[in-house]
């Protein structure tokens, strides 16, 4: 077992350097970890499972997951990217269990043959025009709402781009798929989420406002 660190040394780590140390039995150094990661992978756990409750609970599994099997934990990709995908499993395992959300199948509004023709890209229009319409409280429920909907591997993928900023190749990490097949989970998410909003986006008079 490693010697325990003071706190103000700890804080000094990057997160590999705190995974070798948690893993030779520094639980100091796992619990900067957890402090360091703790709210990220909340947000993310909630953003999924729509649930404070369900989200403590997953954060919980994943932490505890992630404890043990720290030792796997190669270091050739950032931890967060990691333990993301702990979260992501716990959140999407919790979803498949209790079935609580209606899913909506992306497919029905994605053109197979154009995602395969030609490298999938942001639909034109409805990202812009909604950021322009942040104010607009009618269409942020309905934009949040148009979310909710995703089934959970084109949610999660969109939720890790969109919200938490990560790279196309940290996402295709976090969910353990290639980057083309990130990109095309992204593509159909905001296809869907364009026809979804389509109604609401295309009165200029109302999100004008």
Known sequence: MTDPLPAELLDSLDDVALASRAVEGDFAAFEKIVERHRDKAYRLALSLTKSEADAQDVVQEAFINIYRKLDTFAGDAQLSSWMYR????????????????????????????????????????????????????????????????????????????????LSLDEIATVLELSTGAVKTRLHRARLFLQAALEPYLGREEDISN
């Open 86 to 165: 702990i979260v992501v499993n716990a959140a999407l395992m919790r979803l498949r269990k209790t079935r609580r959300r209606a899913e909506v199948s992306v497919d029905d509004v994605s053109d197979p043959a154009n995602l395969e023709q030609s490298a999938p890209g942001e639909p034109a229009g409805w990202r812009v025009r909604g950021d322009e319409a942040a104010e607009n409280r009618e269409l942020r429920e309905q934009i949040l709402a148009a979310i909710d909907q995703l089934d959970p591997k084109y949610q999660a993928a969109f939720l890790l781009r969109e919200i938490e900023g």
